[in-house]
C-alpha cells in the first residue's frame, strides 16, 4: 500500500497523468490500422489490443466549405470539416484496409477495384473523432479518425481477397 502511495505522489508530483485523466481520443490520433469497436475504446486501452479486430481507422484531412469560412460560423465549419474529412477519404480508406492484408495488392489496380466493389461496395465510412487544425483551433481544417467496419476484421478480409483472385 505505501509503495503505490508512493507512486502516485511521483506521478502526480511531476504533472504525468493518471489513467482517469487520459482523454481516450488521445488514444486514436495517428492510429491507423485494425482496432475494435469505436464503442469500446477507454482509457487506456489501445485500439490493437481486444480480441475482435473488426474495424479499419486511419486519419483524414478535411476542409470546410468556403461559404463556412466567410461566414466565420463554427458549427458549419465544423460539420462540413467532418463530411469533407469523410466523404474525401473514404475510397483511400478502404484502399488502405485492402493493402492491410497485402501491400502488393496496391500494383495491380484493376484488382483493388474489383475488392472495393466486391467487399465495400455497400459499406460506409463513420467518424471517430474530429479536431480542428486551422488557424485559432477553428474547423476551417480538421483531422478526424475515420474507419470502416468488416466482420471478421483483418483475416476475414484476406479470405475473402483470395476467394476473388
Same mark, same amino acid.
Given at each position: 500500500?505505501?509503495?503505490?502511495?508512493?507512486?502516485?505522489?511521483?506521478?502526480?508530483?511531476?504533472?504525468?497523468?493518471?489513467?482517469?485523466?487520459?482523454?481516450?481520443?488521445?488514444?486514436?490520433?495517428?492510429?491507423?490500422?485494425?482496432?475494435?469497436?469505436?464503442?469500446?475504446?477507454?482509457?487506456?486501452?489501445?485500439? +490493437? $489490443?481486444?480480441?475482435? #479486430?473488426? !474495424?479499419?481507422?486511419?486519419?483524414?484531412? =478535411?476542409?470546410?466549405? *468556403?461559404?463556412?469560412?466567410? &461566414?466565420?460560423?463554427?458549427?458549419?465549419?465544423?460539420?462540413?470539416?467532418?463530411?469533407?474529412?469523410?466523404?474525401?477519404?473514404?475510397?483511400?480508406?478502404?484502399?488502405?484496409?485492402?493493402?492491410?492484408?497485402?501491400?502488393?495488392?496496391?500494383?495491380?489496380?484493376?484488382?483493388?477495384?474489383?475488392?472495393?466493389?466486391?467487399?465495400?461496395? +455497400? $459499406?460506409?465510412?463513420? #467518424?471517430? !473523432?474530429?479536431?480542428?487544425?486551422?488557424? =485559432?483551433?477553428?474547423? *476551417?481544417?480538421?483531422?478526424? &479518425?475515420?474507419?470502416?467496419?468488416?466482420?471478421?476484421?483483418?483475416?476475414?478480409?484476406?479470405?475473402?481477397?483470395?476467394?476473388?483472385?
Amino acid at each position: 500500500m505505501k509503495f503505490f502511495l508512493f507512486i502516485l505522489i511521483i506521478f502526480n508530483t511531476f504533472g504525468c497523468k493518471t489513467s482517469s485523466e487520459i482523454n481516450p481520443h488521445d488514444l486514436v490520433w495517428g492510429y491507423s490500422g485494425w482496432g475494435v469497436s469505436p464503442n469500446k475504446i477507454q482509457n487506456p486501452v489501445n485500439l +490493437s $489490443k481486444e480480441e475482435k #479486430l473488426e !474495424y479499419f481507422y486511419m486519419v483524414a484531412g =478535411g476542409k470546410a466549405l *468556403s461559404r463556412a469560412i466567410e &461566414v466565420d460560423s463554427h458549427s458549419f465549419m465544423e460539420s462540413t470539416c467532418k463530411i469533407s474529412a469523410l466523404k474525401d477519404n473514404h475510397d483511400k480508406l478502404i484502399t488502405q484496409a485492402i493493402l492491410s492484408v497485402n501491400p502488393k495488392f496496391a500494383q495491380d489496380s484493376a484488382f483493388l477495384k474489383k475488392a472495393k466493389d466486391s467487399f465495400f461496395d +455497400s $459499406k460506409k465510412s463513420e #467518424l471517430a !473523432y474530429c479536431r480542428p487544425t486551422g488557424t =485559432g483551433e477553428k474547423y *476551417s481544417t480538421c483531422d478526424c &479518425v475515420i474507419y470502416i467496419n468488416y466482420e471478421g476484421g483483418k483475416e476475414a478480409l484476406e479470405k475473402s481477397l483470395q476467394s476473388l483472385k
